[in-house]
Every structure is written in structure tokens, then in C-alpha cells.
T-cell receptor, first 116, second 111 residues
Framework: GAVVSQHPSWVICKSGTSVKIECRSLDFQATTMFWYRQFPKQSLMLMATSNEGSKATYEQGVEKDKFLINHASLTLSTLTVTSAHPEDSSFYIC????????????FGSGTRLTVV | QKEVEQNSGPLSVPEGAIASLNCTYSDRGSQSFFWYRQYSGKSPELIMSIYSNGDKEDGRFTAQLNKASQYVSLLIRDSQPSDSATYLCAVQNSGNTPLVFGKGTRLSVIA
């Protein structure tokens, strides 16, 4: 099946620093990549939709200047958490769909971000 | 606001029993329905998808969809301890739109 590679799998950073998370579609071209955030014992909440070559669309309540999304190629989308704070600590997951996949979306393995 | 509701559980069943997981959704325009399994600290993995009313079986799993009642369920037969996880119901409106997830039901299968 389709594979989305996400890195890093976990990261610890100091408050005020920035962290970049990468998602690569390995065997398909991802025109669209969805970025989710999941707090403990909560559901996956859509943060933004990134489209190759255009600006990302952010969900209500998500600060676009804080969560920078770049989708410069059909196989790479990045999420940068700028000036991270402890409340940004969460599990971040990307998701995309291969055109030849009949069912659902493929998820990256997730990034556990801890801001100290 | 599109909503997907699930009982958070935990749902505890003995090994070998049938586990029944339920989900309701608010958007009548929803077209595609998915069940994902998520182990702690991991990303979701697709268990079942269903698109039309009725039952769909795949091994020990059966998904049931009733669009009139806006209800989706997942039955797990012969439950195993390895089935212990959080099960997420996800709904999609159409095409390339994002999935909307419920909060998940935590299932515990007791050996």
C-alpha cells in the first residue's frame, strides 16, 4: 500500500524554539496533505490542509503564523511549529491519499512533540 | 459543525467474545465511513471502510452502516488481547475532503 514517511518520530525542544516536521509520500504523489494534531485521550483534530504549490488552508482556531506549512513538491510537505510553547506539546500526524488507493487515507507514523 | 460521536469507553470484553463499537455522525452528506485502530503512541491504521448501507465483513470484522439513522458500527468477533486499542470512527464528505474523526472508543480484551 501507499506509504507516508514522517520524521522525526519524536522531538523534545525548548520553549521558544522552532521545530520542523517532514512528511514524504514515498510511492505516490501527494497533491494534498492533511495535518492533524492529537492531544492525549482526544481525537485527531484537523489543523490544516496543504496543497502542492499553493498556500495551506487552516482550520478555525489554528494560527497560521505559528504553524507554518510548506508543500513545495508533490512528495514533501512540512509543518514548522514556530516559537513552540508547552501547550503545543502534542502528537502531530500527516495524512495523504494515493490516487490508486481504494480506501481511506494513509497516515504518517506521527511525531510526538514535547516542549519543555 | 460536522461531528462524529463515539462512546469513549473503556469497553471491556473477555477474550473470544464479540466487541461492538458504535458511532453516530451529524453530516447527512457524508459518503464514506472508516474504522481505524490506534495503539497508544502510534498513528491510526485502517481496519474497515464502508460506503453503502448494510453490512461489510472482512475476517473477524464487520462494519455496519445505516445512513438513515446516521449510524456506523464495528463488530469484532473472537476478540483477542491484541485487539486492545482505541478504535476511531472517521467520516468523509466526498472526494478529497479530510476525514472527521470521533474521539475513539478504548477497547480492552481481557485474557
Amino acid at each position: 500500500g501507499a506509504v507516508v514517511s514522517q520524521h522525526p518520530s519524536w522531538v523534545i525542544c525548548k520553549s521558544g524554539t522552532s521545530v520542523k516536521i517532514e512528511c514524504r509520500s514515498l510511492d505516490f504523489q501527494a497533491t494534498t496533505m492533511f495535518w492533524y494534531r492529537q492531544f492525549p485521550k482526544q481525537s485527531l483534530m484537523l489543523m490544516a490542509t496543504s496543497n502542492e504549490g499553493s498556500k495551506a488552508t487552516y482550520e478555525q482556531g489554528v494560527e497560521k503564523d505559528k504553524f507554518l506549512i510548506n508543500h513545495a513538491s508533490l512528495t514533501l510537505s512540512t509543518l514548522t511549529v514556530t516559537s513552540a510553547h508547552p501547550e503545543d506539546s502534542s502528537f502531530y500526524i500527516c495524512s495523504a491519499r494515493a490516487s490508486w488507493e481504494a480506501n481511506g487515507y494513509t497516515f504518517g507514523s506521527g511525531t510526538r512533540l514535547t516542549v519543555v | 459543525q460536522k461531528e462524529v460521536e463515539q462512546n469513549s469507553g473503556p469497553l471491556s470484553v473477555p477474550e473470544g467474545a464479540i466487541a461492538s463499537l458504535n458511532c453516530t455522525y451529524s453530516d447527512r452528506g457524508s459518503q464514506s465511513f472508516f474504522w481505524y485502530r490506534q495503539y497508544s503512541g502510534k498513528s491510526p491504521e485502517l481496519i474497515m471502510s464502508i460506503y453503502s448501507n448494510g453490512d461489510k465483513e472482512d475476517g473477524r470484522f464487520t462494519a455496519q452502516l445505516n445512513k438513515a439513522s446516521q449510524y456506523v458500527s464495528l463488530l469484532i468477533r473472537d476478540s483477542q488481547p491484541s485487539d486492545s486499542a482505541t478504535y476511531l470512527c472517521a467520516v468523509q464528505n466526498s472526494g478529497n475532503t479530510p476525514l472527521v474523526f470521533g474521539k475513539g472508543t478504548r477497547l480492552s480484551v481481557i485474557a
